[in-house]
């Protein structure tokens, strides 16, 4: 009976708790439908430049859909996403959706004033700013984009050490809603850096680690006001923390960490104090070299000669690199136009040793299809072609094509020439040569200038075309006229006479020396003649020439001259006949401003007993330059000359050496240098000799084509002796100064100052001189 009581109460609760339940699911399902209405109409207020169908099209509802609390707020953060308002206000009633809006202006104008130009900011970097911020007249403002690009600013300046600088913001807002901005920059007054210490190094000296850097503390004040190495540059600062890194880890410090700065800034004397921290780790070396990839073609052995740090030597990154370059040229040389050879290094085990794998990825074997030139408006194409060495339809020769490039740039028609290659799209194994030059003018009109303490002005002038209609031919008339020489010649060269490489050329000259003008001895000696050249090649980069000269000497001394070359002077006008053999060799990789390369000319001279004079002379000349310190090159140069007569004849005085001048030891004279007669007039000797140290960069002035222009330092020295065995230490003169040569759309020139620092008292000086023509 109890039993049956409490299963009655059980049954009674559990249809209330039934009914309770029924309820609340109804009460959510009305609740439900009465809070969730349908947008029967969209209504937009407020618009000015922004359209409806935009507002629509950003609006993530539609007429159709229940509106609610979420809809409404999906819809405000969608429309203010679009950075098009300034304030958006959404109103639903009577099943009509509404929303109002308040535009953002549009810019007007926005302004930076203020700044010093290049200080920390420029025209162009205040341009990038305005694209990069949306602050550009024309677009719509946006107070965020403002408030993040004073904040790029500030941190631009700070990162310059410029700790002072104010910025004030004024806005001009008109009855159209458009807005004009301008910033006014207070910089003040950059930090200076006092000093800059390391704290960590014990392989390196702190000099050699602070010489990484292009900022520190100050230089010398002369030379601080050209460096300005003692103003804060972040850029400059990140870029000596990375050279630091490369420094040491090219040193084998393969754990080196840069662990941090500290930079003190001095808010009253407006200076900084920088100190660097550094773990060097240790220095590993190499244990072994191993090879892999496609490596069946190579064999290792001959790869490892190519690396030339052994087993045991400090792992050193640059020598490798120089070494993997190697092994690519080489496989590159073999047909692997796109081998990769890449280079790894693991430390091997707990120890300070590390192997070195080489990775080698041939790709496959590629043939040159096509070389395809452009760029040669005057120039014709076989002009060009002759000078490549890498022929169609041949295994591809990475060797080949740069010494192809090095041959088109020596013939000095072009003042550019790139090359690339392209593979074919539909055989793999086939490559085009893209060669694009750009011509310069090879036509020209020459006039150069001296100034001589001694003997004032100088003048020489030529007309000349190396490249007559684009055949590759040389036509050259030129006069020359100054105080000691003056000189007529027209000259023809064809430098590739038949299918085999031959020259021929031909021509005459007229020269005449007035040697008195220059205070030296008094004569006058004119020369004119024909001559008839025949050149062949010995090998890609060198040929022998040989050129035979017929000419008459008319020669006129003065009353002094007579005294001391009596038995020359007795005689007015004589046959000289004579043949000049020549040896060149050029691997010069430009012909206006080479960085790379060795150019070397032998030349003997025989005058023939057929003729009135019995001599020999023979000239050498070298010039090597080398690229040094990334952008620059060093230039070493020497020219030797000895002349003597033979039989029973002297060498002819006129034939002797001087020295002096653009072409000598600039800071002299032309002609003014060399042994003396007794009444101190130059004699001239049958010996010279001249060396030229010199060093060039690229100069960009006002931002005008800096790679045509070269300045340069140089140191000239040289001798003049009556014979070899009479050199004399106390004979020899040098000059220091510097040279800028611009290669024009008229033709190169030349300006150089020179100074002498070993020269005697008599001594006549040049100081300053102008040439169209000289290159460095």
């Known amino acids: 009976m109890y039993n049956l009581h409490n299963l009655l109460y059980l049954l009674v609760l ?8 029924s309820f609340f699911i109804l009460y959510f399902l009305v609740s439900n439908f009465v809070n969730a209405s349908v947008i029967k109409e969209i209504q937009i207020n407020g618009l000015n430049s922004i359209s409806r169908g935009t507002v629509l099209n950003y609006l993530p509802v539609e007429v159709g859909d229940e509106f609610n609390k979420e809809v409404a707020e999906n819809s405000i953060r969608e429309l203010y996403e679009t950075n098009f308002f300034f304030d958006i206000v959404v109103n639903f009633k009577n099943d009509i959706l509404t929303l109002t809006f308040v535009e953002n202006p549009v810019i007007k104008y926005f302004d930076i004033k203020n700044f010093k130009e290049d200080k920390v900011l420029s025209e162009k970097i205040i341009s990038d700013i305005k694209q990069n911020f949306n602050l550009k007249p024309g677009k719509i403002f946006v107070r965020k984009n403002l408030d993040e690009m004073l904040k790029n600013l500030r941190n631009l300046y700070e990162f310059n050490a410029f700790y002072e600088t104010k910025f004030e913001t004024k806005s001009d807002l008109d009855t159209q809603n458009r807005i004009g901005v301008t910033i006014f920059i207070n910089e003040g007054e950059q930090a200076l850096i006092t000093s800059m210490k390391v704290e960590g190094n014990n392989a390196l000296t702190s000099d050699e680690i602070l010489d990484t850097f292009d900022i520190g503390e100050p230089d010398f004040f002369l030379i601080n006001f050209f460096t300005e190495r003692d103003k804060f540059n972040k850029i400059k600062f990140d870029t000596g923390i990375e050279s630091l890194k490369a420094k040491y880890f090219g040193l084998g410090y393969l754990d080196f960490v840069f662990t941090g700065k500290t930079i003190k800034y001095d808010r ?9 921290n550094i773990s060097e780790g240790k220095r590993y070396k190499v244990r072994k070299f191993t090879f892999s990839g496609d490596i069946e073609e190579f064999k290792p052995d001959i790869l490892r000669k190519m690396i030339k740090v052994n087993d045991g030597d400090f792992f050193e990154r640059k020598k490798i690199i120089n070494n993997v370059n190697d092994i690519t040229n080489f496989i590159q040389n073999k047909g692997y136009a796109f081998a990769r050879v890449v280079s790894e290094a693991k430390p091997y085990e707990n120890s300070n040793l590390v192997d070195v794998n080489i990775e080698i990825i041939t790709d496959e074997k590629i043939y040159l299809d096509r070389i395809n030139i452009s760029g040669n408006h005057t120039t014709q194409d076989d002009v060009i072609r002759r000078a490549i060495t890498q022929l169609e339809g041949d295994i591809f020769s990475k060797k080949l094509v740069e010494e192809s490039i090095r041959k088109i740039k020596r013939l000095g028609y072009f003042s550019d020439v790139r090359s690339d290659i392209t593979r074919h799209s539909d055989s793999s194994d086939k490559t085009d040569l893209q060669i694009e030059v750009v011509e310069t003018k ?58 085999h490489g031959h020259t021929i050329s031909y021509g005459f000259y007229d020269k005449t020396l007035n040697a008195a003008n220059i205070d030296a001895s008094s004569y006058i000696i004119n020369e004119s003649g024909i001559s008839f050249g025949y050149g062949v090649p010995t090998s890609s980069n060198s040929s022998i020439f040989g050129e035979m000269k017929i000419g008459s000497i008319d020669l006129s001394c003065g009353s002094a001259l007579k005294i001391y070359e009596t038995a020359q002077c007795s005689k007015s006008s004589e046959l000289d006949t004579s043949f000049v053999f020549t040896y060149s060799q050029n691997s010069l990789n430009d012909f206006y401003f080479p960085s790379d390369g060795t150019a070397i000319t032998h030349s003997t001279t025989i005058g023939l007993p057929l003729g009135d004079f019995e001599y020999l002379s023979f000239s050498s000349k070298y010039s090597n330059y080398t690229p040094v310190l990334d952008d620059k090159t060093f230039k070493l140069s020497s020219k030797i000359n000895i002349a003597s007569g033979y039989g029973n004849d002297e060498l002819p005085f006129y034939k002797r050496y001087y020295g002096g001048g653009a072409s000598s030891i600039r800071g002299f004279d032309f002609n003014s240098l060399g042994p003396k007669y007794a009444n101190n007039e130059p004699k001239g000797g049958e010996f010279s000799f001249v060396g030229s140290a010199a060093i060039s960069s690229k100069v960009d002035i006002l931002g005008i084509d800096n790679d045509n222009m070269r300045l340069s330092g140089f140191l000239d020295a040289g001798t003049i002796s009556n014979k070899v065995s009479d050199i004399k230490v106390n004979d020899f003169r040098s000059s220091l100064g510097v040279q800028f040569s611009w290669l024009t759309p008229i033709g190169p020139i030349g300006l150089n100052f020179a100074k002498p620092i070993i020269k005697k008292s008599n001594d006549s000086t040049e100081t300053f001189a102008f040439e169209l023509g000289s290159n460095f």
């Open 268 to 276: 009253a004397s407006k200076t900084l104090d920088i100190v660097l």
């Open 14 to 21: 559990l249809v209330r708790k039934i009914n309770i339940l």
């Open 442 to 499: 090879t036509g020209e009109f020459s006039i150069g200038l001296s100034h001589s303490n001694s003997t004032g002005a100088a003048l020489n002038a030529s007309i000349s075309q190396k490249n007559i209609l684009g055949t590759g031919n040389t036509l050259r008339a030129s006069f020359s006229n100054s105080d000691a020489l003056s000189e007529t010649s027209l000259y023809f060269s064809d430098p590739y006479f038949n299918n």
